[in-house]
Structures are given as structure tokens and as C-alpha cells.
């Protein structure tokens, strides 16, 4: 079943087009990739996608629900959420305040509510935070639940993120370079843990990542840009020996 579509998505910033006649399927459960060389408009896609930019041409359909041009709130509270290239946590906050906060999209008490801390609220809260440690159970972050955000391995600090990306209970996630920055180790571990909170959580996954061994490893699908342009779509092996694809990479072509 299809839950995300772009069709003919395009992002012009004056007369640059960073990207160009976009169209993507996601269907629910898979892992797609976007991969590229830097300035190939993959930030862009994303952002698109999860309404910071509304596309100068085209359309993005959520399961067959128009969202071109909703607000990034909107668009979260649908199901869509995202991490970002560069770790944005509340540094200073514990773990598990980190995964509150995100947990506050879905609260329904009003601010008198919060600070008079009527029942209602009291109940809400109650909950959340009952939610918040089953999360931090199932992402393994429990035992480190009232550290400073900033006091945790690098590593951690990423699954922390990406859990108060789940905090909103989206049906997609999208992953911004999750691996960036990380030695070997770490992005083994990284690569089962997202293939661990996709089964987990049935979700649909849409991350970008140069780490070619994450890539090729947990996708189901690769998508390719390049200066905007998307010059392949296929399987992992289909995208390995891709002619084009090779020649983005190398800045030459094979044979020349
Ligand atoms: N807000 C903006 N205004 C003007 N140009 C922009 C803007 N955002 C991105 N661009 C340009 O669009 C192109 C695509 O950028 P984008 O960040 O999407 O690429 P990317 O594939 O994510 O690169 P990287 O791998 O380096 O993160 C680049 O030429 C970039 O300079």
C-alpha cells in the first residue's frame, strides 16, 4: 500500500533548481534511500516533503491526502516525522524530558489547563509519561532516562533523537544522514536499530545517507539525485551497477 507520493515535486531558489520533477513512492513498511553527492537536493526533497519549503511545481500526496503546502506542525501531527542532518536536541534537558516534549503534540488540555494543572492535564501528563518510558524501553535509552542529553555518547545522542521522532507516532520517519559522524561500530549498531524500530513500530522508512554499507544494507529501495535530477530508482544491486550512477559518484564515465 502506498502511503507517500511526490508527483513532478520541484524546488526552485531563484534560477537554481535544486530539484527537478521529484517523483517518489513510498509504500508502507519498506526502507528507501536518497542517496547523491552533496548539493544533489536531498535536504531539499526532505524539506519539501515535510512542508519547510512548499514545491514551486507539483504535489506531495500523504495516503492520497493533499499535504503541498501544510505547515511542518500539520504534517507531523498527520504521521510524517523527521530528523535533521545536525543533532537538535534540548542539550541541557534530561533524556526523558527530550522524549516529553515531543510528546506534547498530542496533549489536548489547553495552557490554563497546564498551569493551573487541572485533572485533565494531570491525567495527560500521567500518561505521557507513561508512554515516554515504554519508548525509551523499546529504543534502549531507559537506563539513561534522567542523563543531560549532552553527557551522552554520540552515538546514543542519535537514537535519542530519532525516538523523539517516534514520540509523535508517525506512520512515515524520515532520517537525515543518521549515520553522519559515526565510526564503524556505530553505524552497525545504527543500522540494526533501524531496521530493529521499523519492525518495532511498523514504519515506513525515507532516510538519506552516504554511508553506502547503511545504505545497501537495510534498503529496500534507492532512489538517486543528482544536481536535482533523479537518474536511477531500483533495488540495491540494480543501483550498484548502475552506469549513471557510478559516473555521479567517480565525476567520470567509465569508459571515457
Ligand atoms: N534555502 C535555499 N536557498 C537557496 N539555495 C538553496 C537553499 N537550500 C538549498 N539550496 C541549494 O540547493 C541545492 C541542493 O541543496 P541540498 O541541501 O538539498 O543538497 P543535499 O543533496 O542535501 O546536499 P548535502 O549532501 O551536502 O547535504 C544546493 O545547490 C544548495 O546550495
Known amino acids: ?34 542517496i547523491g553527492p552533496n548539493g544533489a537536493g536531498k535536504t531539499t526533497a526532505f524539506n519539501m516533503i515535510t512542508g519547510v519549503y512548499k514545491p514551486t511545481q507539483g504535489a506531495i500526496f500523504f495516503k492520497d491526502e493533499n499535504i503541498t503546502g501544510m505547515r511542518p506542525d500539520q504534517i507531523t501531527k498527520l504521521g510524517i516525522a523527521r530528523t535533521f542532518q545536525n543533532i537538535r536536541l534540548f542539550k541541557d534537558l534530561s533524556v526523558m524530558d527530550n522524549v516529553l516534549i515531543a510528546n506534547h503534540l498530542h496533549v489536548r488540555s489547553n495552557f490554563l489547563e497546564a498551569v493551573f494543572r487541572f485533572p ?18 523499546k529504543t534502549g535509552l531507559v537506563s539513561v532516562q534522567n542523563e543531560k ?65 547503511v545504505v545497501m544494507g537495510i534498503s529496500d529501495r534507492i532512489y538517486v539525485l543528482d544536481y536535482g535530477v533523479t537518474i536511477a530508482e531500483g533495488t540495491p544491486s540494480e543501483i550498484q551497477n548502475n552506469r549513471k550512477v557510478i559516473e555521479a559518484y567517480l565525476g567520470v564515465a567509465e569508459n571515457a
Do not use: W
Not at 485533565?120 to 524501553?137: F, G, N, P, T, W
Open 1 to 34: 500500500m502506498e502511503v507517500l507520493r511526490t508527483e513532478h515535486a520541484t524546488m526552485q531558489f531563484g534560477g537554481l533548481t535544486a530539484v527537478n520533477d521529484f517523483n517518489l513512492c513510498l509504500n508502507q513498511g519498506e526502507i528507501v534511500a536518497l
Open 120 to 137: 485533565r492535564y494531570r491525567r495527560e501528563e500521567k500518561e505521557m509519561r507513561k508512554k515516554s518510558i515504554a519508548l525509551l524501553e
Open 149 to 213: 542529553a549532552s553527557s551522552l555518547p554520540y552515538g546514543m545522542q542519535r537514537k535519542l533523537e530519532i525516538a523523539r521522532a517516534l514520540a509523535t507516532d508517525p506512520e512515515i520517519l524520515l532520517l537525515d544522514e543518521p549515520a553522519a559522524g559515526m565510526n564503524p561500530r556505530e553505524t552497525e549498531d545504527l543500522t540494526h536499530f533501524i531496521r530493529g524500530i521499523q519492525k518495532e513500530f511498523g514504519l515506513t522508512i525515507f532516510m538519506i545517507e552516504h554511508h553506502m554499507e
